[in-house]
């Protein structure tokens, strides 16, 4: 498995609250991603990164902020969280950008906003 | 742009029947296409991928599919299910920026 870590596993969090989730790896890849996962929405792109301090808005990133101040982390911070954000986060990684890389992916964090 | 549809949301079947789950893309470049899958409670693993060349490309756990470029599709299948493939399946293209963009999902329910 590729050495990915996702923290906290599982979270519930109150209706305007900061909540950061982290994605840690081992693998020295350059590209990091963070997804969130709804059903009948599949996988939907948040934030990405392409290098320390270097990251970009994917699909959905209202409402979400990243930083990446060393390779092996990535935190995903949900600035005032709403019941909307209720859902299922997977942190990926690649080695490249090239698009015929192959993306490995975290085990999840299920964060629950009531 | 690139874009995924999964045609179908959910499909029964039983053990040892065949299995298709079916995906269109549509991209306006080049594409390079994957299938995952995700058991349950778990993250995302690759099943297969379509890089370049044969159109038939076989995966794990006896999956293979099929690129067809004149349908913008890459139907999974797999001859004969076990019930250990119950899972859910995502189809997922990327094209020349760095992002991977994936459909909404295919529920495999594998019954005895």
């Known amino acids: 498995d590729a050495g990915i870590t996702q923290s906290p596993r599982h979270k519930v969090t109150e209706t305007g609250t900061p909540v950061t989730l982290r994605c840690h790896q081992t693998e020295n890849h350059r590209y990091m991603y963070w997804y969130r996962q709804d059903p009948g929405h599949g996988l939907r792109l948040i934030h990405y990164?392409?290098?320390?301090?270097?990251?970009d808005k994917g699909e959905v990133s209202d409402g979400y902020s990243v930083s990446r101040s060393k390779t092996e982390d990535f935190l995903l911070t949900l600035e005032s969280a709403t019941s909307s954000q209720t859902s299922v986060y997977f942190c990926?990684?690649?080695?490249?950008?090239?698009?015929?890389?192959?993306?490995?992916f975290g085990q999840g964090t299920r964060l629950t906003v009531v | 742009a690139q874009s995924v549809t999964q045609l179908d949301s959910q499909v029964p079947v039983f053990e040892e029947a065949p299995v298709e789950l079916r995906c269109n893309y549509s991209?306006?470049?080049?594409?390079?296409l994957f299938w995952y899958v995700q058991y349950p409670n778990q993250g995302l693993q690759l099943l297969l991928k379509?890089?370049?060349?044969?159109?038939l490309v076989k995966g794990i756990n006896g999956f293979e599919a099929e690129f067809n470029k004149s349908q913008t599709s890459f139907h999974l299948r797999k001859p004969s299910v076990h019930i250990s493939d119950t899972a859910e399946y995502f189809c997922a293209v990327s094209s020349s920026d760095y992002k991977l963009s994936f459909g909404a999902g295919t529920t495999v329910t594998v019954r005895a």
């Open positions: 379509y890089l370049s060349g044969s159109t």
């Open positions: 990164s392409y290098g320390v301090k270097d990251t």
């Open positions: 990926a990684i690649k080695s490249s950008g090239a698009p015929n890389t192959e993306a490995f």
């Open positions: 991209s306006s470049v080049s594409v390079y």
